[in-house]
């Protein structure tokens, strides 16, 4: 499944990762790397916690990335 993440830089240098699509999924990480795969983690516990509680689980999305020039 592929879920967009934002991952931001905090004023004290650690990177927040949060997913749009599931409310209240967010992680850190010393570095943006880290802060990836906090959040796949916390995504995956996030799905098991709704399907273990038979709530509906987000489709996953399908996104290309664009590039332009000026």
Do not use: W
Not at 41 to 65: F, R, T
């Amino acid at each position: 499944m592929h879920y967009r993440i934002l991952i931001e830089q905090d004023e004290d240098g650690v990177f927040i990762s949060t997913c749009p699509a599931l409310p209240g999924c967010i992680s850190q990480g010393d570095t943006r790397a880290e802060a990836v795969e906090n959040i796949k983690d916390a995504i995956e516990g996030y799905l098991a916690s709704l399907e273990k509680h038979g709530e509906a689980i987000p489709p996953s999305i399908q996104e290309e990335v664009v590039e332009v020039t000026l």
